[in-house]
C-alpha cells in the first residue's frame, strides 16, 4: 500500500527487475507499480458480500447451469444436514422430492434469454426429514455478456411462521363454535369502531341487519342512537372498556332494552385490534325499574295527601 500525492492511500503491485552495469554486477533496480486499488476494492466487496452470505439466516447456495451445487453456507448445513463437503459437487436436485424434481429441471430453461426472473418452488427439503418442506426462490447469475453461468437460491425456514397461522386459524375456529354456541349477543369490532364478527345468536334476533361500521343505525331507538354511539367511539378513542344502555328493535319489530359491555383487545406486540363485546336482554329488568318508580310515586302522592290538613 502507498500514498498518492494527493493524500490517498492505494493499493500497487510491484515488479522489480535489476538493472546490471558492465561488469555484470546489479547498478540499479527498475521498479514497476501497478496500481490495484480497484481489483483490492473488488476483492475486498466480494469478501464482504461472501460474509454477509455466510452469516445469512437464510440457506443460501449456487449452482452451474447443470445445477451442480458450487457454494453452501452455514445456514443451509443447519437446514438441510448435509455439510458443505457433502453437498458440493452433488446435484442440487437431491434436495428435491421426487415428483417436485421436473420443477428444478425446467426452472433452467425458464431463465433462458430473460435478463433477470426470479421462481419460487415450494420443495425443497431436509436430509432427515421427508416430511418437512421449505419454499426456494431460485434466481439467475449472468454474466457481463448475459449469458447464464448459474443460479443462486434462497431458502427459507417459515415453519414458525406456519404453525403460528395455524395456531391462529384454530383459536378463531375456537372463538367462533363458542361464541356461536353462546346464547348471549357477541360482537366485534376493529381498530375503527367496525363490526367485523356477529355470532349466531346475533344473526338469530337481527336477522335484517348486515355488518358494518354505521349500519347499526336502524337497530337502535333513535332517541338512544347518538348518546349510545357518542359513548362508544369515547371508549375506542381511549382503548377503554365501553358500557352502555340502548333500545334495540329486533327483527320481528319488537323494541327491546339491551345493555352491551365491550373490552379492548391488544395484539401481542400491544397493537390496538377493538373490542370485543356482548349484549344483554335487560327489558324486564327495565319494566321492573319503571313499575317501581310509578309505585314509589304512587305511595309518595297517597303520603302527600295524608299529609295535606283537611278543610
Known amino acids: ?4 500525492q494527493d493524500g490517498r492511500e492505494i493499493y500497487v503491485f510491484a515488479t522489480a527487475s535489476p538493472i546490471l552495469n558492465s561488469a555484470g554486477g546489479v547498478a540499479a533496480i527498475s521498479v514497476i507499480l501497478h496500481d490495484i486499488s480497484h481489483r483490492h476494492a473488488a476483492e475486498e466487496t466480494r469478501a464482504l458480500l461472501a460474509s454477509i452470505v455466510e452469516s445469512s439466516d437464510n440457506a443460501i447456495y449456487s449452482t452451474d447451469p447443470q445445477g451442480t451445487v458450487l457454494s453452501w453456507n452455514q ?42 426472473s426470479v421462481l419460487s418452488i415450494p420443495c425443497c427439503k431436509p436430509k432427515m426429514d421427508a416430511g418437512r418442506t421449505f419454499p426456494v426462490s431460485i434466481s439467475p447469475v449472468r454474466n457481463s455478456d448475459h449469458e447464464l453461468v448459474g443460479t443462486s437460491s434462497i431458502v ?23 361464541a356461536d354456541s353462546c346464547p ?21 334476533i337481527f336477522r335484517n341487519t348486515v355488518r358494518g361500521r354505521f349500519e347499526v343505525e336502524p ?26 344502555e340502548v333500545r334495540v328493535r329486533r327483527a320481528d319489530g319488537e323494541w327491546r332494552w ?5 373490552n379492548p383487545r391488544f395484539s401481542q406486540r400491544g397493537e390496538f385490534l377493538g373490542h370485543v363485546g356482548i349484549s344483554l336482554d335487560i327489558t324486564e329488568r327495565k319494566r321492573a325499574e319503571q313499575a317501581l318508580n310509578e309505585s314509589e310515586a304512587r305511595l309518595r302522592g297517597i303520603t302527600d295527601s295524608a299529609r295535606m290538613p283537611s278543610s
Open 184 to 204: 348471549t349477543v357477541m360482537w366485534v369490532t376493529d381498530a375503527c369502531g367496525e363490526t367485523r364478527f356477529v355470532n349466531r345468536t346475533y344473526r338469530e
Open 258 to 262: 339491551a345493555v352491551s359491555y365491550a
Open 75 to 116: 445456514r443451509s448445513e443447519t437446514l438441510f444436514g448435509y455439510t458443505k463437503q457433502e453437498i458440493v459437487g452433488q446435484n442440487a436436485s437431491i434436495l428435491y422430492p421426487l415428483e417436485r424434481r421436473a420443477d428444478l429441471a425446467s426452472s433452467s430453461s425458464a431463465f433462458g434469454p430473460v435478463a433477470a
Open 156 to 178: 427459507r425456514d417459515i415453519t414458525q411462521r406456519k404453525r403460528a397461522e395455524e395456531a391462529l386459524h384454530e383459536s378463531e375456529a375456537r372463538f367462533r363454535i363458542m
Open 1 to 4: 500500500m502507498c500514498r498518492h
Open 219 to 244: 337497530l337502535f331507538h333513535p332517541d338512544d342512537y347518538a348518546q349510545y354511539v357518542a359513548s362508544f367511539y369515547q371508549a375506542l378513542a381511549l382503548q377503554a372498556p365501553f358500557t352502555g
